[in-house]
């Protein structure tokens, strides 16, 4: 089993691909694990020639969970903050789980990759590519943001939906059952996941005794490293941005502002794309990342 550590943090990876490929760094979103990557995305970028790695955050999947208790009503008030542009505490922030993603890199002796994050993910690639602009060939944002309470809420279904918890996150059909409708509430008419890739999400976060508290404490870490308008303008990094039209959690608005922000980025708005990787979706999507990782190779 693979794993990176650094300051007693332990962050657990796999890789697909030959060794000799273009390396390429998968960066998941709010609570999910790295199961959570659709297979079919993972096998289309090997087949151009990727060598992918894909991770846990912390506090999901394999990695380490962070003792932290969060009471809901601290989400609730965080959220409040932000909006209210007040200073938001947490256990840890989007900069220390980039930290995370760079031992990853590190510890494969990667010195440059290609990032890709989606969502919180996505944020993660911008810190990334504010602060370490030297570990990167190239970065993929795709259905992010950037802190900017103005144009990053989005519809109150969606929000609520976020902030719901399974009825029981110790039983597999119970939290297989939440995340299908979580993924509806969030995703495209057309969902990117198979009820059989379902099921082995909700084995894996089972297994690993997810915690809907991490979730939380990943959710504050965001809202602590607060609006990144002024970083993302300061980006050198060539920056391809993908947003789905019909987000209903991170409006395409939001999309738009992070494109807008970094100089030279380049903006897909896909139609009918809400909150994730639709399946009719990902040869598009495979085509467009690897042609913009191809141009930025160094």
Same mark, same amino acid.
């Given at each position: 089993?693979?794993?990176?550590?650094?300051?007693?943090?332990?962050?657990?990876?796999?890789?697909?691909?030959?060794?000799s490929?273009?390396?390429?760094?998968?960066?998941?979103?709010?609570?999910?694990?790295?199961?959570?990557?659709?297979?079919l995305f993972?096998?289309?970028?090997?087949?151009?020639?990727?060598?992918?790695?894909?991770?846990?955050?912390?506090?999901?999947?394999?990695?380490?969970q962070?003792?932290?208790?969060?009471?809901?009503?601290?989400?609730?008030?965080?959220?409040?903050?932000?909006?209210?542009?007040?200073?938001?505490?947490?256990?840890?922030?989007?900069?220390?789980? @980039?930290d $995370?993603?760079? #031992?990853?890199? *590190?510890? +494969?002796?990667?010195?440059?990759?290609?990032?890709?994050?989606?969502? &919180? !993910?996505?944020?993660?690639?911008?810190?990334?590519?504010?602060?370490?602009?030297?570990?990167?060939?190239?970065?993929?944002?795709?259905?992010?943001?950037?802190?900017?309470p103005?144009?990053?809420?989005?519809?109150?279904?969606?929000?609520?939906?976020?902030?719901?918890?399974?009825?029981? @996150?110790? $039983?597999?059909? #119970?939290?297989? *059952?939440? +995340?299908?409708?979580?993924?509806?509430?969030?995703?495209?008419?057309? &969902? !990117?996941?198979?009820?059989?890739?379902?099921?082995?999400?909700?084995?894996?976060?089972?297994?690993?005794?997810?915690?809907?508290?991490?979730?939380s404490?990943?959710?504050?870490?965001?809202?602590?490293?607060?609006?990144?308008?002024?970083?993302?303008?300061?980006?050198?990094?060539?920056?391809l941005?993908?947003?789905?039209?019909?987000?209903?959690? +991170?409006?395409?608005?939001?999309?738009?502002e992070?494109?807008?922000?970094?100089?030279?980025?380049?903006?897909?708005?896909?139609?009918?794309?809400?909150?994730?990787?639709?399946?009719?979706?990902?040869?598009?999507?495979?085509?467009?990342?690897?042609?913009?990782?191809?141009?930025?190779?160094?």
């Amino acid at each position: 089993m693979n794993y990176a550590e650094k300051r007693s943090i332990h962050i657990h990876y796999e890789i697909f691909g030959d060794e000799s490929g273009i390396p390429l760094l998968l960066v998941m979103g709010l609570g999910m694990p790295l199961k959570a990557w659709p297979k079919l995305f993972i096998q289309s970028l090997v087949r151009e020639g990727f060598r992918v790695i894909v991770f846990d955050n912390r506090d999901s999947g394999k990695s380490t969970q962070i003792s932290h208790d969060v009471r809901p009503m601290d989400v609730v008030e965080a959220i409040f903050k932000a909006l209210t542009r007040q200073k938001v505490t947490s256990a840890y922030t989007l900069e220390d789980m @980039a930290d $995370d993603a760079l #031992s990853v890199l *590190d510890s +494969l002796g990667i010195a440059r990759a290609h990032v890709l994050g989606i969502s &919180m !993910g996505g944020m993660i690639g911008q810190v990334l590519a504010s602060r370490h602009p030297h570990r990167l060939s190239s970065l993929t944002s795709i259905m992010s943001a950037s802190g900017n309470p103005r144009t990053g809420v989005g519809k109150l279904r969606a929000l609520k939906g976020l902030l719901t918890k399974p009825e029981n @996150a110790f $039983d597999v059909k #119970s939290l297989r *059952d939440y +995340l299908k409708k979580m993924f509806r509430l969030i995703g495209s008419e057309e &969902m !990117g996941y198979s009820d059989v890739q379902i099921q082995e999400i909700a084995q894996y976060m089972v297994d690993n005794h997810y915690q809907p508290q991490a979730t939380s404490r990943q959710l504050l870490a965001i809202l602590a490293s607060g609006d990144r308008r002024s970083q993302l303008k300061h980006i050198t990094v060539p920056t391809l941005v993908i947003h789905g039209q019909d987000d209903p959690l +991170l409006p395409i608005e939001a999309g738009k502002e992070v494109a807008d922000l970094i100089p030279g980025a380049r903006l897909m708005v896909v139609p009918r794309m809400g909150h994730d990787l639709p399946t009719s979706s990902i040869e598009l999507f495979v085509k467009e990342v690897s042609s913009h990782c191809r141009n930025h190779r160094y």
